[in-house]
């Protein structure tokens, strides 16, 4: 079974700083794909950012990109010039694109991101 | 275009009482799952179906039944409720063929 793990409980960061927030896993399978995921005090689950496994080029959404190391399995997610908006819950997330197994997503258990002012 | 509802959005029960938490989605997808959430903790997959008249069973899914009728509705039944099952559900869907998927905005179900 996969694992996802994060961790760092917590982040702290200054308004207009960037900040990376860590994401490693364990897995045996060669194709996947992983995701970022936030979630503010509303609870709302929001896909920040995905890459595919099999894409050496490190995604990037805006001012979110990451760094996909596939042989270290690592996943790391950078938040350049950070906004007060972008202080929630962030989740790593892995999904087998393997068929045959449970369609689902492996979650880690999160990194609380604050923004200071 | 709804998105995925989920019905309700908190309810309170007591040891032993039975209910069904619903979720629906109105975007054709083939693809629906539950998971839930306890505090410290990622979203575990309880149950999953990939069509309807298919379910499965995921990481967690004692407790918990699951049948798909129809493509819209996925609904989440609780037998006979444990304070173990005290939590924050999340219902999901996604496209067979897209890897993004839909959350509901979760329903907080705490058992006294």
């Known amino acids: 079974a996969q694992t996802v793990t994060q961790s760092q409980p917590e982040m702290s960061v200054q308004e207009a700083e960037t900040v990376t927030l860590s994401c490693t896993y364990d897995?045996?399978?060669?194709?996947?794909?992983l995701f970022w995921y936030k979630q503010p005090p509303s609870r709302q689950m929001i896909l920040v950012i995905r890459?595919?496994?099999?894409?050496?080029q490190n995604a990037t959404e805006n001012r979110f990109s990451v760094n996909f190391q596939k042989a270290a399995k690592s996943f790391s997610l950078k938040i350049s010039d950070s906004q007060l908006g972008d202080a929630a819950m962030y989740f790593c997330?892995?999904?087998?694109?393997?068929?045959?197994?449970?369609?689902?997503?492996?979650f880690g258990k999160g990194t609380h991101l604050i923004i200071q002012p | 275009n709804a998105g995925v509802t989920q019905t309700p959005k908190f309810q309170v029960l007591k040891t032993g009482q039975s209910m069904t938490l619903q979720c629906a989605q109105d975007m054709n997808h083939e693809y629906m799952s539950w998971y839930r959430q306890d505090p410290g903790m990622g979203l575990r997959l309880i149950h999953y179906?990939?069509?309807?008249?298919?379910?499965d069973q995921g990481e967690v899914p004692n407790g918990y039944n699951v049948s798909r009728s129809t493509t819209e509705d996925f609904p989440l039944r609780l037998l006979s409720a444990a304070p173990s099952q005290t939590s924050v559900y999340f219902c999901a869907s996604r496209r067979q063929d897209s890897l993004e998927q839909y959350f509901g905005p979760g329903t907080r179900l705490t058992v006294t």
């Open positions: 890459q595919e496994a099999y894409k050496q």
């Open positions: 897995t045996s399978e060669s194709d996947y794909y």
């Open positions: 997330a892995y999904r087998s694109a393997m068929g045959g197994g449970a369609d689902g997503l492996t």
């Open positions: 179906s990939v069509g309807a008249g298919i379910t």
